[in-house]
């Protein structure tokens, strides 16, 4: 879509309940971008259905999508931040295999309760984070060579700890990435009862906040879109959830654990990049870092902070991938950095920094996800499939760009 | 406009800063008071953007001392300087594209309540500010990036009046604008000074500094040289003052008014 941004004609900025067209269509532009991954990921997903003769969206395979997923997921909400921030994290995937070795080393031989050895995977995380926002912020080494040094560094110690496989863990731990929420409410229909109930929660509570967040911006006489746009918004994504709902509820367990994890990840980090005045200052950091500086904004702590947080995130993915294996690997976690970084920029994150967005990191990951499984369901021989994915990256960010120069945005 | 008799808003006394061999400033002096537009002017590499950046809390003053109200303070940084009462233009415009206009307005003080951003707030605060100023921004939710470089101006300047300061620098804020842009931030100047701010505009070029500044002070070379009364003073011996060529005095004898210090 062309868009109009020469500077909008003047307009007194107190009686402001219309916004002038320009400026209305270029809020449009950005919204539309995001409504693309969205629209991209409904055709890749209908595209494979069609070519996997329905196998594709099979109750069971929905659940092993977002189980096989979640690792990818959780990193990528922690990778779209230290992206907007202008940096990068090339040590993740390493990290996943050192926090694993280390959780499964310390049930196996420590003895260690599964859920004290989950949360010791996130301190360590969290402490492998403090190390490396430490370079970065406060010494000021550029985070491409303090992760890809991470990214040595912690591929050697996981070596180090995970000699061998280390196998034989808790069968509470393991369910973390093979359980699913226990269907205490039984099934109407063969449908599970407790899946049901989530998804209708989870549509309400959407529908709730986003007429709320619309009646606060009209009250405040500030541009709301067409009552038309905003409903059939709505409906859609009420669609899609209710959608997902009814295929999940058919699966074998219902709602996968791991599905909730992130579930809840999405909405706390969506919260934190959206309403917090951390977030805010993410943003601001990688829209212009002097500025930000210059403004009173503390970006060395801001730094530190998302390469802890990342860290964390990484200890997560760790421990959700070390469960679905049932076992830790020294060779855990190869690529996941790349997979982590191509979700967020099919998501629409900038390589410049300044702009991305937890959901469009999201959607990045399930396009990525829908394409693995798709592929595999068709036999399409792994060498293939990585060319494929390395193709839809490329393709995905020269079509934004493409997008954005027509637009007139720089 | 004179009020020669009070306490001096804001005074430098002797300020001294050093990068490395380069001796930025020496010994210079500053007095700002409320109601007053002080011009700084110089040529490029005396030493403005430093005095800028010392009364901001960007950069420490190396000797010399910073008075507010007649008391010494010190401003380690710019939030320091925010709580004092400073707010500040700086010459690369501290702007963040990616942002709203109000996000930008409020950028390294957000209001919130607990953790949680208040943006209602903000906004409200935001609109009230710009049609203050008689500022023609389409929204306070534009992006910076869709806005000209005159309306990023006048964010910048709206920026200064979040917080209710008192002291507002601005450094080389028409450098890069149009003739009408330009008129406009004077007049938006012109505003600050009447909203009982006390104003150091930094900028060399001539003829904004005479349309609003009230005293002008020339730095060279990093040290004083010369203070004028904007309303008496010409063309040449501000000129000569900056460069430190003799002045043309035959012009106009009467308009070179040396204060020494
Ligand atoms: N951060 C810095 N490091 C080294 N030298 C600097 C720095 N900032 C300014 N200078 C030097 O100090 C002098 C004064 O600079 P500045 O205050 O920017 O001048 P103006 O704003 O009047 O053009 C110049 O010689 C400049 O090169
Ligand atoms: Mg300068």
């Known amino acids: 879509m062309t868009t109009d941004l020469n500077p909008a004609p003047a307009a007194p900025p107190g009686a402001q309940a219309r916004v002038p067209l320009g400026q209305r269509m270029a809020g449009l532009g950005g919204n539309a971008r995001q409504y693309g991954i969205f629209g991209a990921l409904v055709v890749i997903v209908l595209l494979f259905q069609v070519l996997t003769d329905g196998k594709l969206l099979l109750a069971n395979n929905v659940a092993a999508l977002f189980q096989q997923n979640a690792y990818v997921m959780i990193l990528a909400i922690g990778m779209v931040m230290v992206i907007v921030a202008g940096h990068i994290d090339l040590s993740v995937g390493s990290v996943v295999a050192f926090v694993g070795g280390i959780v499964a080393v310390s049930m196996r031989d420590m003895g260690l309760p599964w859920l004290v050895a989950v949360l010791l995977g996130l301190a360590v995380g969290g402490v492998v984070g403090a190390w490396q926002g430490y370079w970065v912020a406060y010494v000021g080494i550029p985070a491409f060579i303090v992760t890809l040094a991470g990214m040595l560094i912690f591929r050697g110690l996981a070596l180090v700890i995970v000699g061998e496989t280390v196998a034989g863990l808790p069968s509470q731990f393991i369910a973390i990435s093979k359980g699913s929420l226990p269907n205490f409410l039984g099934y109407a229909n063969n449908m599970d009862v407790v899946t049901i109930l989530i998804g209708v929660l989870a549509i309400g509570a959407i529908v709730v906040s986003q007429v709320r ?92 902070w998302i390469f802890v947080n990342m860290g964390v995130l990484a200890g997560a993915a760790a421990i959700v991938t070390t469960a679905r294996a049932g076992a830790a690997i020294a060779s855990a976690g190869q690529n996941f950095e790349l997979d982590a970084i191509a979700a967020c920029f099919i998501g629409g994150a900038a390589v410049t920094g300044g702009i991305g967005r937890i959901s469009g990191a999201i959607v990045g990951a399930l396009i990525m996800g829908v394409l693995n499984m798709g592929l595999s369901i068709l036999s399409v021989d792994p060498s293939w499939q990585m060319a494929i994915k390395g193709l839809v990256l490329l393709f995905a960010v020269a079509f934004d760009l493409i997008n954005k120069r027509r637009a007139g945005t720089r | 406009m004179s009020t020669a008799n009070d306490v001096p808003l804001l005074s430098l006394r002797g300020l001294g800063k050093r990068f490395g061999a380069v001796e930025a400033l020496v010994d210079v002096d500053l007095d700002v008071y409320a109601h ?46 925010h709580a004092l009462g400073i707010a500040t233009v700086f010459q690369e415009l501290a702007l963040a594209d990616n942002l709203d206009v109000t996000s930008n307005l409020f950028l390294g003080r957000e209001l919130h309540r607990g953790r949680v951003r208040d943006d209602e707030t903000m906004e409200q605060i935001a609109r009230k500010v710009l049609r203050d100023l008689n500022s023609r921004i389409p929204s306070v939710k534009s992006p910076l990036s869709t806005l000209s470089k005159g309306q990023r101006q006048s964010v910048a300047i709206a920026r200064t009046l979040i917080g209710r300061p008192r002291i507002v620098v601005l450094d080389e804020p028409t450098a890069a604008l149009s003739v009408s842009q330009t008129a406009e931030v004077l007049t938006h100047i012109e505003r600050l000074r009447d909203l009982g701010l006390g104003v150091v505009l930094i900028s060399h070029n001539m003829n904004d500094v005479r349309a609003v500044s009230d005293r002008i002070i020339v730095l060279r070379h990093g040290r004083n040289n010369g203070e004028f009364d904007a309303a008496t003073v010409s063309h040449e011996a501000i000129l000569a003052a900056i460069t430190g060529a003799p002045p043309t005095r035959e012009l106009d004898p009467t308009a070179f008014l040396p204060t020494p210090h």
């Open chain 2, 36 to 81: 007053e537009v002080v011009a700084l002017v110089g040529d490029n590499g005396a030493g403005k953007s430093t005095v800028a950046k010392m009364i901001s809390g960007v950069l420490t003053p190396d000797t010399g001392l910073i008075e507010i109200d007649g008391e010494t303070v010190t401003i380690p940084t710019p939030i320091a300087a």
């Open chain 1, 213 to 304: 967040a619309r009646r606060s911006l009209r009250k405040h006489e500030l541009y709301v879109e067409p009552v038309g746009l905003f409903a059939t918004k709505l409906a859609l994504v009420a669609i899609g959830i209710g959608v997902l709902t009814v295929i999940l509820s058919f699966s074998a367990g219902g709602t996968p654990t791991v599905l909730v994890i992130v579930g809840v990840l999405i909405v706390a980090y969506t919260f934190l990049m959206g309403r917090t005045v951390f977030g805010r200052h993410i943003y601001a950091i990688g829209g212009n870092r002097l500025a930000a500086s210059l403004s009173g904004v503390d970006t060395r702590r801001v730094d530190f």
